[in-house]
């Protein structure tokens, strides 16, 4: 099956394929000039692994990929043929597939040197890069970053904070014993001020959609995480954003809106159906845009860093993200949102697969449509596997959807 088309609304967005195509060209490079890779979970120290000269792959990011290429049904088959079932986290099911198929889409991923996984998402990660682990006969490194509760500030406690700042500095030790090469600090600072530049950016540009019409759509936003997750800590990632950024305020300015009349805004939580990107253009088609997906806004990528302080940032912003708190400060943080953004209406990505973010995301969209009376639509489908898309049933739900919109305009 080929990938259907999904609108793009900016120029600069439209550069990502061929900064996607060049990384994975760069990986197998680098690779070959006996470069050291680390496969990694998704939220992940990426400005470390730059600043060490670690070369940094993601495997999510390879298997939403290959789900946005219309091929992540061939590589589960392989894993469900090898045992590893259904229910699995279609991520990790895929990712297991590209293993044992040898997948070459782009490239396919160069064998690891280290695996580095943090505990700040899900225990997914630690089981699955357990199994790589095994398959590669290669070193794991678990980053244990404890779930918790946040004070006024947003800050995290002392404890935590002091605990997961030790497991960099033993990170480090091990990258330094895989490299043989030291930490410089020179390096490191300039890869945290370039990652906090990225950061200020990707901020930027996620407030510009505060403003009616919002400039970018949620699909330009989506793939252009890919940025941000990569390449973070290098003149690429700035480089790409300021484009994007620099794009986005003209549109503002110029009052361009992704579509011609907008009338619904929305909230999109989780990830995305990577397998069907072009849901969002049938709720754009209906003048419904996504002003906020709370994968990519909710603190999980672009928090500032400090040079100053670079270890103590970036343990900062994997003990803060959206989904390493307590419940009454998502509650917090999501009613901010919701007020700022001026969201009309709530969709909740119910994923088949993950029953770590289905149990949460469930629990705020009820919340919000009990005490802000906001129209809520859940979505039943996966984020990679496109068997658990029922087109007839999911059109119905979104229909029935905007005519509640509708009403209570
Ligand atoms: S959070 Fe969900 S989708 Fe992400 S790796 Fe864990 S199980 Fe998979």
């Known amino acids: 099956m080929t990938a259907p088309k999904t609108s793009k609304a900016l120029k600069s967005s439209q550069k990502l394929s061929q900064l996607v195509k060049k990384y994975y060209k760069d990986i197998h490079e680098a690779k070959a000039q006996g470069k050291k890779i680390v496969w990694s979970s998704g939220i992940a120290p990426v400005e470390l692994f730059h600043a060490m000269d ?9 298997a939403a990929a290959c789900a946005v290429k219309q091929i992540s049904q061939d590589l589960q088959y392989y894993a469900e043929k090898a045992g590893y079932i259904s229910d699995l986290c279609s991520y990790f099911r895929s990712d297991i597939g590209h293993v044992l198929s040898n997948c070459t889409y782009l490239g396919g991923l160069p064998k690891p040197d280290l695996l580095v996984a943090s505990r700040n998402l899900c225990t997914t990660h630690v089981k699955w890069f357990e199994v790589l682990s095994r398959y590669f ?26 605990y997961a700042i030790s497991q960099l500095h033993e990170l480090i030790k091990v990258i330094e014993n895989i490299t043989h090469c030291e930490l410089n600090t020179w390096r490191l600072q300039e890869a945290i001020f370039l990652g906090d530049e990225a950061a200020r950016l990707w901020i930027e540009i996620n407030e510009s959609r505060k403003n009616r019409p919002a400039p970018i759509s949620c699909t330009d ?8 997750v990569t390449l973070s800590g290098t003149p690429i990632a700035v480089e790409f ?20 009349q907008e009338r619904f805004r929305l909230l999109w939580d989780v990830m995305p159906l990577w397998h069907h990107m072009e849901l969002f253009d049938r709720f754009q088609s209906a003048g419904a845009v996504f002003v906020v997906e709370l994968y990519n806004y909710g603190r999980v990528w672009g928090q500032r860093l400090d040079c100053a302080q670079p270890l103590e940032s970036l343990a900062k912003r994997h003990l803060t993200h959206m989904f390493n708190i307590d419940m009454d400060s998502r509650v917090k943080l999501l009613r901010e949102i919701l007020r700022e953004f001026q969201i009309d209406g709530y969709v909740n990505h119910v ?37 658990a898309f029922a087109p007839a049933m999911i059109e119905n739900r979104i229909q029935a959807f905007l005519e509640l919109l509708e009403a209570n305009q």
């Open 351 to 387: 994923i088949r697969s993950c029953n770590v973010l289905n149990g949460s995301t469930l629990h705020l969209a009820n919340k919000m449509k009990k005490e802000l009376g906001i129209p809520t639509l859940t979505l039943e489908s996966d984020h990679c596997d496109s068997r």
């Open 137 to 162: 006969n290669c070193p794991l490194f678990v980053w244990d970053l404890p779930f918790g509760t946040l004070n006024k500030k947003f800050a995290p406690e002392f404890h935590r904070l002091e």
């Open 54 to 62: 670690l070369v940094p792959v993601f495997p999510e990011n390879y």
């Open 241 to 260: 954003l300021r484009e994007v950024a620099k794009e986005v305020n003209n549109r503002v300015s110029n009052k361009i809106g992704i579509v011609s």
């Open 221 to 228: 936003m989506l793939g252009n995480l890919f940025v941000l």
